[in-house]
């Protein structure tokens, strides 16, 4: 046992004093129709929750994630058990990890693999034996220095290849674990300065790189869904897949959009000047939505700060967007989130994930009785009600122009726009928020 302190944790309901304990995620409560765990299908991030020591640019790590092992591999070998036993004692039934979280880089590619392969059996006996899956797999392009001028954005041709290697890998691996997705997050696909970049050919190189990595998954029977993980900068200060908008038009132009959807990530969102509402819509009004990497990130600090979600408001309209587009299909909540430095102890990784899954149950079942009673969708149909019948209705079907639109306006005279009522459909939110606390 690698987290002797830490009981199985349970649910307690709202009353509880018990910090090791849910409150809010009740896993067999039936909300509209689906228990919650089916609901939010909680994932946990392996690269931050059993590999990183807590370093900042400033400082060392602030605790030790050995497991006891002395040599790479051997503490490679100790986290496995060590993260089914974090996963199970918090009831999380899916994870997600990069090439190199679970196995470390040997001295050349063909080590690496090797490792890689000494591990995936630790892990395919330990799902058998919990029937906790899969949810995504990805390779890590990013960290090596080999990496520091892109990955499939090089202008090395030898380096476009070992991430290709190592994605031909994270697929063979993904695929032998029934992973139900496989995620492209451009850590390095960016560029510094446009004085010694040629973008056009840099973007044709990454959309090769993703359209052999479909056809090569397809081919050995991944049927899953790919996805790209939008993020507008950090580590490049610029980085193409920016956001969902435009990670969907470099889509449409490579005619990938049919295996590909969207892993939208709350911190990158807000990082691209967006909110993660705004995100989940315009994968959802474009049928991408696919899997979600759940964290929030700090309004004072501009970047990536990865910290657990425990802010009601922003899982309550995110779990509505998640509803609204029809539930997870293959995809998730991926706590790609980690605890701050100065959390330096196991149980504080323990309380973190409870806040974070407390915080999205509570956000459901706010987001279901919104839902159920309707009165957001209400709202909205009404304030367009002007386009369900005469010109509105034929601007929408195509059958107007701008010679009747001119004479309709013309004859109608002055139009009188109606108030969006935003701070009353803000308090409405606070309401339903109390509404539901109260059914608890
Ligand atoms: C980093 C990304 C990364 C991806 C997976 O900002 O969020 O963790 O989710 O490579
Ligand atoms: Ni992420
Ligand atoms: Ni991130």
């Known amino acids: 046992m690698y987290f002797p302190s830490i009981p199985k944790i349970q649910f307690e309901g709202v009353k509880s004093n018990n910090p090791f304990a849910f409150r809010f995620y009740d896993k067999d409560k039936v909300v509209a129709g689906k228990p919650m765990r089916a609901h939010l299908k909680f994932a946990m991030s392996y690269w931050h929750t059993l590999c990183s020591e807590s370093t900042d640019m400033f400082g060392a790590g602030t605790r030790c994630m050995n497991f006891g092992g002395t040599t790479p591999l051997e503490i490679s070998q100790n986290r496995v058990a060590a993260a089914f036993e974090l996963m199970e004692k918090l009831e999380i039934e899916y994870f997600c990890f990069h090439d190199r979280d679970i196995a470390p880089e040997g001295a050349t590619l063909r080590e690496s693999n090797e490792n890689i392969d000494r591990i995936v059996p630790l892990l395919k006996q330990e799902m058998e034996r919990t029937g906790i899956r899969l949810l995504w797999g990805t390779a890590n392009c990013f960290n090596n220095p080999r990496y520091m001028n892109g990955a499939a954005t090089s202008n090395d041709a030898d380096v476009f290849a070992y991430a290709a290697a190592q994605i031909k890998k994270a697929l063979e691996v993904t695929t032998a674990l029934g992973g139900s997705g496989y995620v492209f997050w451009g850590g390095r696909e960016g560029y510094e300065t446009l004085l010694n970049t040629d973008t056009g050919r840099e973007l044709d190189h990454m959309a090769a790189l993703m359209r052999m990595a479909v056809d090569y998954g397809r081919k050995i029977g991944f049927a899953g869904d790919f ?159 002007s386009f369900d019948s005469g010109i509105g209705k034929k601007i929408e079907s195509g059958a107007t122009s701008l010679e009747e639109l001119s004479a309709h306006a013309l004859a109608a005279g002055e139009p009188h726009p109606s108030s969006g009522r935003q701070e009353y459909l803000e308090s409405l939110i606070n309401q339903y928020i109390v509404l539901t606390g109260q059914t608890l």
């Open 227 to 385: 996805y790209i993980e939008p993020k507008p900068k950090e580590p490049t200060k610029h980085q193409y897949d920016f956001d969902g908008a435009t990670v969907l038009a470099f889509l449409r132009k490579y005619g990938l959009e049919k295996d590909f959807k969207l892993n939208i990530e709350a911190n990158h969102a807000t990082l691209a000047g967006h909110t993660f509402q705004h995100e989940l819509r315009v994968a959802r009004d474009n049928r991408a939505f696919g899997s979600i990497d759940a964290n929030s990130g700090d309004t004072l600090l501009g970047w990536d700060t990865d910290c657990f979600p425990t802010n009601v408001y922003d899982t309550t309209l995110c779990m509505y967007e998640v509803l609204k587009a029809g539930g997870f299909k293959n995809g998730g909540l991926n706590f790609d989130a980690k605890v701050r430095r100065p959390s330096n102890t196991p149980e504080d990784i323990f309380l973190a994930y409870i806040a974070g899954m407390d915080a999205f149950a509570f956000g459901l079942l706010v987001a279901d009785k919104l839902l159920a009673d309707g009165c957001l969708e209400q709202f909205v149909a009404k304030r367009y009600a």
